[in-house]
């Protein structure tokens, strides 16, 4: 499109500006267009203009500038004066171009050429004025680029007398020295930042917990004292028979033992040191370590109620008293772990206690969840999905205080009970050893309980390894 028919357009836009009513702007458009076959954009330029004339009615175009500051000041000046004065020269020759399409019906060439030469000018000085006004706001221009190494070797003055000499043959080396580059090392060097980079702190990473459930197995109980006593059944003889109505025979007599059993309140307790400085400073840590010694009470008991040994210290375990597997009847082979579990559990229904859960390391449970038949289908797991943890209607318990290859089926509240000296807690004290002087704490964490175990024969235990052998039939 040649600029002097948009300028055609534009020019009636400025009169209109100037005070020429939109009916005269339409009006001088139309006579541009008849002779122009850019007539829709042209008629798109003057009409804009002429509806932005009614719009806010009559008023003259201005051109504001700011106050030169003082390091550009003449040329930003003399800049603003020129500007202004081709503004000034667009706006005659707008003026002129609306005469000669009033008196003529066109534009003459020479008028047509006048009018590019000063839109071409206004805008090359607007564009000029632009350039040193971002260059003002960025205060002085852009900043230096930082030179890569490779820049600063060629371009150094070492670098052209090596290549000059290399020209000329012969062997040469030589070094050039470059400046030093900032990067994060932390050494007292040139170009050394490392000290200003913060670290992204994310704050402590809790450890991996074992999940405790051997203690909701059992029914709970609270002493007041340190030691539980209970009269438990040791032994029994059944003589009971049928006995004639009418001789004056002795009725059959039958015999119980009874033995009056002790259980200790033991102690579980384990404590840490740490300054009083940190713990002042930071009382996230405090909760922190309130929470891992409260854990390792818990990780601790859950081992000694299942397999404490029931000397010195130690509680006497569930497993240690529990009744050794013997097989109630055997059967075919291959007999699995499952197979195990059924049979251990018609002992205690035989020994008259109703088990009520299962005990197992994570590894046997496993093993059984990925049993399969002859068509290579999961006989109890889902692999979609998340079956609950039951073998034989009995809730399984896979827990890493289990030994692997050993298992516990049980009547649990029936057979045993936990009884509560002191609930777990936390105590922070100076006073221990030099802890006063030293600015140092001792946080302690203890409990004390009692495990008592009623009935061994409520508990089968054994290995599922022998277990298999014993029940395979011959």
Known sequence: MKISTFLAAFAVGLLALAAITPTDAFAASSAVLASSHYAPLALAAAGGVARLAAGFGRFSPRIAFAPPDEGAGADITALARDLKAAADDVKKQAETTNTELKNLGKVTEDTKKAADEALVKHNELAARMTEIEQKMVRGGGEPERRKSIGEQVSESDDFKAFAQKAARGGKLSASFPVKAIISSLTTDANGSAGDLIVPDRRGLIDPVLRRMTIRDLITPGRTASNAIQYVKETGFTNSAATHTE????????????????????????????????????????QSYIDGR??????????????????????????????????????????????????????????????????????????????????????????????????????????????????????????GAQIFDREDANVSISTEDDQNFTKNLVTILAEERLALAVYRPEAFIKGDYSDAITAATSA
């Open 293 to 414: 010694l409260r854990y390792g009470l818990m990780y601790a008991e859950e081992t000694q109620l299942l397999m404490g040994g029931g000397t010195g210290t130690d509680l006497n375990g569930i497993y240690t008293q529990a009744t050794a597997f013997s097989t109630p009847i055997t059967i075919a082979a291959p007999v699995t772990k499952i197979d195990v579990i059924r049979l251990a559990m018609l002992q205690a229904f035989l020994a008259e206690y109703p088990p009520n859960g299962v005990v197992m390391h994570p590894t046997d449970w496993a093993t059984i969840e990925l049993t399969k038949d002859l068509g290579g289908n999961y006989l109890m797991a889902n692999p979609a999905g998340n079956l609950e943890k039951r073998l034989w209607g009995l809730p399984v318990v896979d827990t890493q205080a289990m030994t692997i290859d050993k298992f516990l089926v049980g009547a649990f509240q029936l």
């Open 246 to 285: 009418t001789a004056g025979t002795r009725k059959p007599q039958s015999e119980i033992k009874f033995d009056l059993m002790t259980t200790a309140v033991t102690t579980i307790a384990h404590w840490v040191q740490a300054t009083k400085q940190i713990l002042d400073d930071v009382p996230m840590l």
